[in-house]
């Protein structure tokens, strides 16, 4: 008798998706396994800083694609983030191995890594999110601060406007995206001083407006230096911001001491002794 010839199944190709960070400078801050994620995609889609930074990447993979062309003046950013997360998704979908790469950290103060790797493993697909140096971290260095020392908080600038937000004087205060506050799409220049007056305005109840506040943009490009400006807290509603530049307040008012607390902390020292 014959044997049969055994039964071989070939499963369609299995999508999957990488979220991985460029980090900040171009060329130095890429890590070997954000590397790898790039080299082994079937396809990869970029968020990143300027042109130089896609060009570069295109010398990695063959089949780079921009997500910058779905922004449009006037257009809501999450209309525009939804639909990265579709035409991303939709690859996953049709079995791709899925790069997706962002400036700096993919999950420092971005919406859909985060919404990406959701809806991939929703329905089924891998995904994981590969870490990338931020402005954060960048901020640290260049400008010598240890988030340790007084404390630190971050906040989304609009945050501060749509929300009751608490904000601590004794710590640091890092304010990301002011360029655009208040405004949910691309801003018209004469909209953004309007926006910026209520900004300070809510910072006015923490901070004195002659409060010195630090301007920082960390350089993209190797050639470059890391940009700080300095001006009061009064002089931030004139002040041009560009998008990608982040705003820091230090601390206002020194650390109060708990006396309650370190009364009973002493107390309980005591008794271990005793
Ligand atoms: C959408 S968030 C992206 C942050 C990015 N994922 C990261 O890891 O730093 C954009 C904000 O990041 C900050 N940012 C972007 N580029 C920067 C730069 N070159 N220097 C300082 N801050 C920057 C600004 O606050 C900007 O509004």
Known sequence: MIPSAPTVTISAPRGSIACVGLGMTLGSHLTPLARS???????????????????????????????????????????????????????VRAGKRVCAVFYGHPGVFAWSPHKVIEAARAEGFPAHMEPGISAEDCLYADLGIDPG??????FEASQLLFYERRIDPTAYLVLWQVGVVGNPSIAR??????YRELLVEVLARDYPLDHELL???CATLPIEQPRVRRMTLRELTGA???????VVLPPARALQ????????????DAEQVA
């Open 37 to 91: 994620h790039i080299e082994q995609a079937d396809v990869v889609f970029a968020a990143l800083s300027d042109g130089i930074v896609e060009r570069w990447l295109e010398r990695m993979h063959p089949d780079v694609r921009s997500l910058q062309p779905y922004y449009a003046q006037g257009k809501s950013r999450l209309k525009t983030y939804r639909e990265w997360v579709a035409v991303m998704m939709a690859e």
């Open 149 to 154: 020392r007084f404390g630190c908080q971050h």
């Open 189 to 194: 220049p004469d909209q953004n001083v309007a």
């Open 215 to 217: 301007i920082y943009r």
């Open 240 to 246: 041009d911001i560009p998008a990608e530049e982040t």
């Open 257 to 268: 001491r708990n006396a309650q607390l370190t009364a009973r902390l002493a107390a309980l």
